[in-house]
């Protein structure tokens, strides 16, 4: 019989890759926070049924499950947002900056370490998003095909090839971005 200590065990290391997972595809860090905290009650609850094995897969194909749930459902409740609540939010609060840790001695090259990083994340964002779930889970994750042909309920060539489109549609963002810096220089 499994204990709640057992799932404790197994389920708090992944908490951070459940994190940044549901972030990954959800792009809000609240909805990210409700998502993981909805998958690990669900977790919890179906732990009895969990056949062993690697628990991280199991557990992100829960995440995974969330939040295309809660991507569905935020299709269907708006589709247009205002530019001033992309900049503050729906509930009126401004939405936090990105916090890069960054070993630059300069400002100059913090400032431009962040332009970098925000424009990975905005060229990231323009991917659909099971383009993006396979490029994080193997990328930041670093899960094996295996692994996340398992936490995504699809074939292994299915993940080689999702990837494959995935950073090809990556590079494609990138030229045509570094074309229009180059369109835009003085």
Known sequence: ?????????????QLPAAYRLAYALLR?????????????LRAFRAFTQFRGGDFKPWL???VRNVCYRQ???????????????????????????????????SPEEALITAADVGQLQQLLSELPPTLREVLHLREI???????IASATGVPVGTVMSRLSRAREHLAKLVIRLKEMDGKYAL
């Open 28 to 40: 809000e860090r609240s909805e990210a926070e409700d998502a993981v905290q909805d998958s690990y």
């Open 141 to 147: 994750e670093e899960m094996s095909y295996q692994q």
């Open 60 to 62: 992100l194909t829960i």
């Open 1 to 13: 019989m499994k204990k709640p200590t057992d799932f404790q065990r197994q389920a708090m290391p």
């Open 71 to 105: 991507l569905q459902q935020r299709k269907r409740g708006f589709n247009v947002i205002s530019f001033d609540e992309a900049l503050v939010g729906r509930d009126g609060e401004e939405r936090p900056g990105f916090d890069i840790a960054s070993e630059a001695p």
